[in-house]
């Protein structure tokens, strides 16, 4: 059974830094598996964050140079790296993992991934 818990979620103050780990278990079989974040709040969808991809890492454009993933795709953990945070930043956060895909652009959809944790919240307060 695939199981992904993540950790670090909290509140801070706008500008301040948090960091969001996960790790997955039970990914099994003969595909590496790509790990990223979406976040969402009780007015939008799903929205990605980041992957990571092997050695590619994908961010939404309203995160450049404010947030990192890092991890390894071989032990199936992620983390990320946020900074610089924003109240528009508040949401739960859910680490996701799938299969590595061909295309970059599919790594977007909350569609194209297969196991999700149970999120985690962050709350910015301005």
């Known amino acids: 059974q695939v199981q992904l818990v993540e950790s670090g979620g909290g509140l801070v103050q706008a500008g301040g830094s948090l960091r969001l780990s996960c790790a997955a278990s039970?990914?099994?079989?003969?595909?590496?598996?790509?790990m990223g974040w979406f976040r969402q709040t009780p007015e939008k969808e799903r929205e990605f964050v980041a992957v990571l991809s092997w050695n590619d890492r994908l961010y939404v454009d309203s995160v450049k140079g404010r947030f990192t993933i890092t991890g390894d795709n071989v032990k199936n953990i992620v983390s990320l790296e946020m900074t610089s945070l924003k109240a528009e930043d508040t949401a739960v956060y859910y680490c996701a993992a799938t299969p590595l895909l061909s295309s970059s652009a599919d790594y977007l959809r909350a569609t194209s991934w297969n196991f999700w944790g149970q999120g985690t919240q962050v709350t910015v307060s301005s």
């Open positions: 039970g990914l099994t079989g003969a595909y590496y598996h790509a």
